[in-house]
């Protein structure tokens, strides 16, 4: 056992990442090291569009992956022949992107003979705070708020996840960034709308909490961010205070469905928050808060790991190195999903939360 152990802490693992609109690469160690890692943001390229463009996204992953890969090994002063294996994300994401970074990671595979190690970018979130925390183990009750994806899941193991809930709509991360554009505020939208909240009055516009005390354990906020649009569009608001009310908006909706999670399921001993809009400070006050209430250990990534990033991908390599020693890799073969649920089993739900 325990040299199953020191075998796995020894393992490095390069990791790639491309779902969206953030090119990455990083080398993590089994012992919880980041050795190098660089992330390239394509917001200049997006900006002018109030979004990401796909197309615009998957050229500029085309462009810089490459040379990216080789500054990493150059960082840790490494080749590539001196990892143990690539991880890469294989979905879900805009599958351009995620076709770029899949094919690279399987060139570099083949090429130096390691094992391929097909991610699932949700997997990396939901990892991801056991790479910045150590005593962080299993079970744990999981707030995934990333920008396509809103969702609480039971995180029982590597590969052992069962949701309790997502959204029937829109996710929150999608909610933040159509606030932002609706208050002229640009791209990326979330930490603008966190960063305008700070002038604005939270009780300021009455806006609905959508599904709140709901028998349903789902999240809904499409309407909220039509209540937005209607509240700007009135000229009766200033944009400070519509940024501040949208936030405790949600911030309400967040608490009452984890509430609910929490009086329905068995009780875990950790909360644990990832993916971008882990990154709002008020968000994760108000979990925090959550927790103590509950009695439960709080656990969020450094800010760094929130949004989207290679070192997340790497680190579910060795996750899934360190459960299965003797994995050989992913098949070559394996193709780049637009769509991949952490929990095939779940039931789907009415409206587009099939997506999640």
Request: glycine share 10%.
């Amino acid at each position: 056992m325990g040299s199953t152990q020191n075998n796995s802490e020894a393992r490095i693992i390069l990791g790639i990442e491309s779902s969206c609109d953030e090119t990455a690469v990083a080398i993590v160690t089994g012992d919880r090291t980041i050795v190098a890692q660089r992330i390239a943001s394509q917001e200049a390229e997006h900006a002018p569009y109030g979004g990401v463009v796909p197309e615009i996204a998957a050229r500029a992953h085309a462009q810089r992956l490459a040379p990216m890969i080789e500054a990493v090994l150059a960082d840790a002063g490494m080749a590539v022949g001196d990892v143990d294996a690539i991880a890469a994300t294989a979905g879900p994401g805009l599958i351009g992107g995620v076709m770029v970074g899949l094919v690279s990671g399987k060139a570099l595979a083949m090429a130096a003979d390691k094992p391929l190690i097909a991610v699932n970018h949700l997997e990396g979130h939901a990892l991801s705070p056991r790479l910045a925390d150590r005593e962080l183990g299993f079970p744990y009750l999981l707030l995934l708020v990333s920008g396509g994806h809103c969702q609480i899941l039971s995180v029982e193991g590597v590969g052992q996840y069962r949701r309790l809930a997502t959204t029937i709509d829109d996710a929150l991360g999608e909610a933040f960034d159509k606030t932002a554009k609706i208050l002229g505020l640009g791209y990326p939208g979330g930490p603008a709308v966190e960063q305008l909240t700070r002038q604005g009055d939270p009780k300021a516009v009455p806006l609905p909490r959508p599904l709140k005390g709901s028998k349903e354990p789902h999240f809904s906020f499409a309407g909220l961010k039509s209540a937005v649009m209607r509240a700007y569009e009135s000229g009766e608001h200033a944009p400070a205070d519509i940024a501040a009310s949208f936030q405790q908006a949600a911030i309400d909706c967040l608490i009452d469905r984890l509430s609910k999670a929490l009086r329905e399921n068995p009780p875990f001993p950790a909360l644990v928050v990832a993916g971008g809009v882990a990154a709002n400070q008020s968000v994760r006050g108000a979990l925090e808060s959550l927790a103590d209430t509950h009695t439960m250990r709080f656990t969020a990534p450094p800010l760094a790991l929130c949004t989207d990033n290679a070192a997340m991908i790497a680190w579910a390599g060795c996750e899934r190195l360190a459960m299965e020693p003797d994995f050989a890799g992913d098949p070559l073969d394996i193709k780049a999903r637009p769509r991949w649920p952490l929990d095939p089993e779940a039931e789907a739900v009415r409206g587009a939360g099939v997506k999640a």
